[in-house]
Nanobody
């Protein structure tokens, strides 16, 4: 059974930075994609960024391009999200996701990020 444990959320002022981490445990074999999604208050969940296990190819949501950076350490089965130049509209619950080569999808528990002065 795969589990995802997130850390690093919290309260930050506009213009500040935060880094989220998500560590996977369990049996993960072969190609996979890890990523981050977020759900702002009263809105639907949306893509933030994803990264593949092999080439490290990335995809970013339009609203975070140029500000957020996704990376991963395969030896630690961990994905990171460096969030810079944070805006109040980045306030959301951030969820880590893992998609396996068999298209099984796993979610983390969610981590609150609040951007406010």
């Amino acid at each position: 059974q795969v589990q995802l444990v997130e850390s690093g959320g919290g309260l930050v002022q506009p213009g500040g930075s935060l880094r989220l981490s998500c560590a996977a445990s369990g049996s993960i074999f072969g190609f996979n994609t890890m990523g981050w999604y977020r759900q702002p208050p009263g809105k639907e969940r949306e893509l933030v960024a994803t990264i593949t296990s092999t080439s490290g190819g990335t995809i970013y949501g339009d609203s975070v391009k140029g500000r957020f950076i996704i990376s991963r350490d395969n030896t630690k089965k961990t994905v990171y999200l460096q969030m810079n130049s944070l805006k109040p509209e980045d306030t959301a619950v951030y969820y880590c996701q893992l998609t396996t080569v068999n298209l099984n999808i796993y979610w983390g528990q969610g981590n609150q990020v609040t951007v406010s002065s």
